[in-house]
């Protein structure tokens, strides 16, 4: 499900504070639903597009954590 499916929400808060938490809330679960979203498409042996996206992802994170582990690695010495 996409946040473009959800109503906006009409019982906005008008404490600063609790709007804030709100939206935090919120934004808390979007970024939950997001992750699930991207694990899913990652681990999935499925040949469509967003596989060809996945392994692009993949690949890029292997990159990402070599250079981290050559860094650390280097700072170490």
Known sequence: MSTND???PTNIPTDADACYEAVAS???IYLEETE???RAICTSDDPSPHNATAE???RKRE???L???TEIDDRRK
Request: no cysteine; proline share 6%.
């Open 6 to 8: 959800k109503p906006i």
């Open 36 to 38: 699930e979203e991207l």
């Open 67 to 69: 250079g981290w582990r």
């Open 63 to 65: 990159e990402l954590e």
């Open 56 to 58: 692009s992802w993949r």
């Open 26 to 28: 919120q934004e808390e």
